[in-house]
């Protein structure tokens, strides 16, 4: 499996946010994690169209865009044409989970589903044919910085057999919490793509601290 470090850009200096994508790319980072929030589905606003579109002029990275927000559906045309490379939803608050997948797959786009921690697995095994990446949250979602929880690991497992039996090919994407200490154990329980925040962006050196999470996972195979 290749392991697929993303940076979340929640966690960057905003005010040279140019800087912050370049040392992600200088770092080797495989893709840019974006946290759309809207104030409904979770406490804080973030950002939108707009810093999607800005982004997309400062590096050709796929920009995997975490929608914590409700009716994600009414921005998937937006966000897409902004430059969007995968969009994920969440299970929560998309009671037409196919449905939505479907629309994401037609516009272009790498068609995510996530689960908090408290949600089940089941949210989203009558979906694997229209699933291109799922997320399991690691923390509950609204803010960067927070502690890992450890059940994470034994339903990444589960996440892991899931796709596995279905012969699905969706990634599973893990956010929150991950840092030096925590991947390893999260690659062996079977997440391949990792979001990391306040790991790379509060590092003395952010670049480095990318090739430290990937070598983390590397040492474990
Ligand atoms: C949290 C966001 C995350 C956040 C992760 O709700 O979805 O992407 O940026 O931050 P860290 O890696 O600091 O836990
Ligand atoms: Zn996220």
Redesign the pocket.
């Known amino acids: 499996m290749t392991v697929r470090i993303a940076p979340?850009l929640?966690?960057a200096d905003f005010s040279r946010l140019a800087d912050q994508v370049a040392l992600c790319v200088e770092g080797g980072a495989d893709w840019l994690?974006v946290?759309v929030m809207d104030g409904r589905f979770?406490p804080p606003i973030t950002f939108g169209t707009k810093i999607i579109e800005a982004v997309r002029k400062l590096t050709d990275l796929p920009l995997d865009v975490?929608m914590?927000v409700v009716e994600p559906e009414k921005h998937f045309r937006d966000f897409a044409a902004a430059g969007a490379s995968g969009l994920t939803v969440h299970a929560e608050v998309s009671p037409h989970l196919q449905r939505q997948l479907a629309h994401i797959r037609e516009l272009g786009c790498r068609a995510g589903a996530a689960v908090n921690p408290s949600t089940p697995l089941a949210a989203v095994s009558e979906v694997l044919d229209d699933l291109d990446l799922l997320l399991v949250?690691t923390?509950n979602?609204?803010?960067?910085?927070?502690e890992f929880l450890p059940h994470s690991l034994d339903k990444l497992r589960r996440a892991r057999r899931l796709l596995s039996d279905a012969g699905c090919a969706a990634l599973l994407e893990v956010?929150?919490?991950?840092s030096r200490d925590t991947i390893g154990d999260v690659w062996r329980a079977g997440a391949d793509t990792f979001?990391?925040?306040?790991?790379v962006f509060s590092a003395a050196d952010p670049a480095a601290e990318i090739g430290v999470l990937r070598r983390a996972c590397e040492v474990h195979v």
């Open positions: 979340s929640l966690a994690h946290d979770v975490h914590m949250m923390v979602p609204g803010y960067g910085g927070q956010d929150g919490g991950i979001v990391a925040g306040h790991a």
